[in-house]
């Protein structure tokens, strides 16, 4: 049973920050991969920022230089730390994992529930 759960979304003032957190638990083997995404209403979720089991980075145009990924892929923990939020970054935000379990027996992919953001004054 593979679990992530994120935390940390609210409600900011533009200009503002925000730090989201996930959480992987369950029979959990490796994790190669892990990922920040998000989903606007009426918009097609979008890859926000990316990890590797390398520590190596990658991030969308749209939030370069404003948002910092980091975590241990060996822990299954990631976060997301935003600054500078703008209203475009209203969204529900995802953690993602690709990882491989004891229960399914191989790579597959893993989404959380979802963390509301809403920058807004």
């Known amino acids: 049973q593979v679990q992530l759960v994120e935390s940390g979304g609210g409600l900011v003032q533009p200009g503002g920050s925000l730090r989201l957190s996930c959480a992987a638990s369950?029979?959990?083997?490796?994790?190669?991969?892990m990922s920040w995404y998000r989903q606007a209403p009426g918009s097609q979720r979008e890859l926000v920022a990316h990890?590797?089991?390398?520590?190596?980075?990658n991030y969308a145009d749209s939030v370069k230089g404003r948002f910092t990924i980091s975590g241990d892929n060996l822990k299954g923990t990631l976060y997301l730390q935003m600054s500078s939020l703008k209203p475009e970054d209203t969204a529900v935000y995802y953690c993602y994992a690709d990882l491989y379990s004891r229960d399914a027996d191989r790579w597959a992919d893993y989404w959380g529930q979802g963390t509301q953001v809403t920058v807004s004054s």
């Open positions: 369950g029979s959990i083997i490796k994790i190669n991969a």
């Open positions: 990890l590797t089991s390398y520590g190596s980075t």
